[in-house]
């Protein structure tokens, strides 16, 4: 897996978690940035470079090309600490994963869309931002509730899940809004993340 | 795994994914109803069943509760043909799982829902079903595309992902309003899967 290719937006969450991955692993692979509303996008999607019409998408030696950020973590976290070995533990990892998908995203990172894209502007009403922020607190109190029982989410060691909430959680006060003083467990959290060995920023390819 | 509890919601297909791939397994389990708005699941939740708050949760014999439909999918397919041996095979069926969490079941099932559930109707504007059913019909395509080059989502052999789509692409039409007379390859997916060994519709627990 040396000669990795990655597709990657550098202002989205969920092509900051496999970026994250990567460097914490370690893992040289060469990044094709394209931002959103770029021309570099257009003619990756014009290019079938992207099959399910999203971002990230790695793309391996052989030609494959997986979508889908929680797949390609799967893919690259085989073999290594970020994957628990039983199916259960994988199992409690997935579910947060797919809570981040089905729950947490589509309302914090929508949100700091909203706040942060001016092509997006115009749907960001003050109903729909009272919405998305008292649904956010709501999901952000669920993560915060498991953080009292833990330091990680699934079992004693950082997993996938946690580079897989960390992508739009650290971000949900200075971009989403959020009322994060309401969330300690969550913040240290966080500044656990960002002294993991390898650590690498939203930022650092923005 | 014989003595399994399923907390799940009769009419809802996330439920059901789960109900479905335990019919085919042919695994015993005892199924506590807890329908949308019942006192059944106002007490599932009182009860502390239900740590994220949705339906379905699995709960194991030694107490552990495991919640997210993919996840208990993850957990209960193991060591079964509907889990493929490759972490790349494993990936690219997650991949699909991931986007039915992400991008289908929030389009697809919400549109049912707010077609079928009566305290949702107030909710069902004009303008929200046609928005909705645009981007349905997006989904259902990239799905119709995908299925032109193989009989299942994933591999030569249906695995979890065929499982998790099915939960709500075969009420589509039915239940959501979509026009799938436009995805022909998508009715013959579904037929196949109707045709698996062990087989239980969605209405056999409503």
Chains 1, 2 share one sequence.
């Not at 770029?38 to 790695?58: E, N």
């Not at 949100?111 to 999901?139: F, K, W």
């Amino acid at each position: 897996m040396t000669d990795l290719a990655l597709y990657s937006m550098p202002s989205s969450g969920n092509s900051y978690k496999v970026r994250l991955l990567l460097a914490l692993l370690e893992h040289p692979y060469r990044h094709i940035p394209c931002e959103a509303n770029s021309p570099a996008l257009a003619q990756a999607k014009a290019d079938g470079h992207l099959p399910l019409g999203k971002l990230p998408a790695l793309h391996l030696p052989d030609g494959t090309i997986l979508s889908e950020s929680g797949a390609i973590l799967w893919y690259l976290g085989q073999g290594t600490p970020w994957v628990p070995e039983t199916p259960l533990a994988q199992a409690q990892m997935l579910a947060w994963m797919f809570f981040e998908q089905n729950r947490h995203e589509p309302v914090i990172a929508v949100r700091a869309s909203l706040n942060c894209y001016p092509h997006l502007a115009d749907q960001a009403t003050p109903e729909v931002m009272a919405r998305l922020a008292d649904e956010g607190h709501a999901i952000l109190s669920v993560m915060e509730n498991a953080l009292a029982h833990s330091p990680w989410f699934a079992g004693d060691a950082p997993t996938l899940a946690d580079i897989a909430l960390y992508g739009y959680t650290h971000t949900a006060g200075s971009r989403g809004g959020f009322d994060m003083v309401r969330f300690p467990r969550l913040a240290a959290w966080c500044a656990r993340i960002a002294a993991l060995p390898g650590y690498r920023g939203l930022d650092a390819d923005a």
